[in-house]
């Protein structure tokens, strides 16, 4: 599912996140975010207000996609999201958003995404194929 191009893919580019709750579709742009050895994404929370509340009434559907915009080689990834608030993800995000915004703006928490489907969005033969 999560093999080497799609890591390296989402470890080099932007991601978008999308969320629905109440029939009111919400996607966002993040940029604090990596990928674990394991295949978790990991999305630090500085401005999720809308998403942490699509996530807590929708049972924690998410989708992320993200693309070169160079090759046009992407991917979307669906799978369920845990907020936390505290624990050594939180802490690196939090030193990652300080350092960036001069102590401005800080983390106040992480997404912990698990993959479920990882969906190719390339266009080719292999458009919508899933990994």
Not at 42 to 71: H, M, Q, W
Not at 106 to 129: Q, S
Request: proline fraction near 5%; hydrophobic fraction near 40%.
């Amino acid at each position: 599912m999560m093999n080497e191009h799609v890591t390296k893919l989402l470890k080099e580019n932007m991601w978008d996140l999308a969320t629905c709750s109440d029939n009111e579709p919400n996607v966002v742009p993040v940029a604090f975010k990596d990928v674990t050895e394991d295949g978790k994404l990991l999305v630090g929370d500085v401005f999720l207000e809308t998403t942490l509340n699509n996530i807590k009434t929708n049972g924690g559907k998410i989708a992320v996609s993200a693309y070169n915009p160079k090759s046009l080689e992407g991917y979307q990834i669906k799978g369920k999201a845990e907020y936390v608030t505290e624990g050594p993800v939180v802490d690196i995000f939090k030193a990652m958003v300080e350092k960036m915004f001069n102590g401005a703006a800080t983390a106040k928490g992480a997404l912990i995404i698990t993959p479920e489907k990882v969906i190719v969005t390339t266009p080719g033969a292999d458009n919508k194929k899933e990994l």
